[in-house]
């Protein structure tokens, strides 16, 4: 029997917004703890980074512009992103068994965290990312 790459863990949850700079303000305040991580910069983020919890999760806010064409008229809506050591193995183990691509994969930064995210059959948002982070957390 074929090993199948597995979701290992919640990773990320990403939230969009039309000015990341207020809602990271906004949940700088909700949360108190500041962002650490701000892409391009903190003066125009497209996205921003917090670590939460006992495990130091990922709360993303990713400018709604960046978010595939779909997604980005609509309002609201997170995705949740599981770890998976081999992203390419597991998004070509999900379309193989009728899944589609949602976002393709796609490096984000030079660290190594790379994303994609696929619907199910069902029509459901299925969000995956190789993390450094999680990795580390082990």
Known sequence: MPTTPALRGLAQVNIPADDVAAARDWYAQALGVQPYFQQPDAETPAYV???????????????RRCLPPSEAAAGGGVIARWHVDDLEGMVAHLREIGATEHEPITPRGDEGFVT???????????????SPHYLEQL
């Open 49 to 63: 980074e917090f670590r939460l919890g006992d495990h130091r999760g990922e709360l993303g806010i990713i400018d």
């Open 116 to 130: 994609a995210s696929m619907l199910d059959p069902f029509g459901n948002i299925l969000g995956l990312i190789h």
